[in-house]
């Protein structure tokens, strides 16, 4: 089963539960005589909830890795075990117990970014390695942003982007 990733941060094991929910907006309005109109006001967000646990020798670091991607904010592709990538907030991590070295359990949220599902869609991994083709438009900085990489990482990763203003749809970019 694919594992969990979050800009940088993989999952060494899924989380144990997750949850996803979808909703509309809509309003009812009542009309004279009695009746009513249903309208609908589009979709919200979806958010995606789970709780899960780390366990070994290195628990508590895990975890503490996990942290520093959430303290990091911004928006990144959030790479779900059943549910489609999406361009998504990490908007709440919470400790569920006391951690210790060896064992921690959370709970996470996430709440999908509009417009980021598209980027991610061009998002494919070969041979444990991760690339994005660049599209119409988009700069590597879009790409660093949706990634939740910085600059240099991207950089870093790409040694062939000679001049990162001078990059063209269709050029493929390593993320990981």
């Known amino acids: 089963m694919l594992r969990m990733r979050f800009g940088s941060f993989v999952w060494p094991n899924n989380p144990r539960t997750y949850s996803i929910s979808c909703k509309r907006q809509t309003a009812v309005h009542k009309v004279p005589m009695g009746g009513f109109v249903v309208q609908d006001l589009g979709r919200t967000a979806t958010v995606m909830k789970g709780e899960g646990e780390f366990f070994g020798a290195d628990a508590y670091s895990t975890f503490l890795e996990l942290l520093a991607v959430f303290q990091k904010g911004g928006r990144g592709t959030l790479v779900h075990p059943v549910w489609q990538t999406a361009g998504a907030y990490f908007t709440e991590l ?30 494919e991994e070969m041979n444990g390695q991760r690339f994005y083709e660049l599209r119409e438009g988009q700069t590597l900085w879009t790409v660093s942003n949706a990634y939740g990489l910085s600059m240099t990482e991207l950089l870093r990763l790409n040694p062939q982007i000679a001049n990162p203003n001078r990059i063209y749809p269709g050029e493929r970019v390593r993320l990981s």
């Open 94 to 123: 919470e400790l569920t117990q006391e951690p210790r070295d060896d064992y921690v359990a959370y709970r996470f949220t996430f709440c999908e970014a509009p417009g980021a599902a598209e980027e991610a869609a061009g998002d």
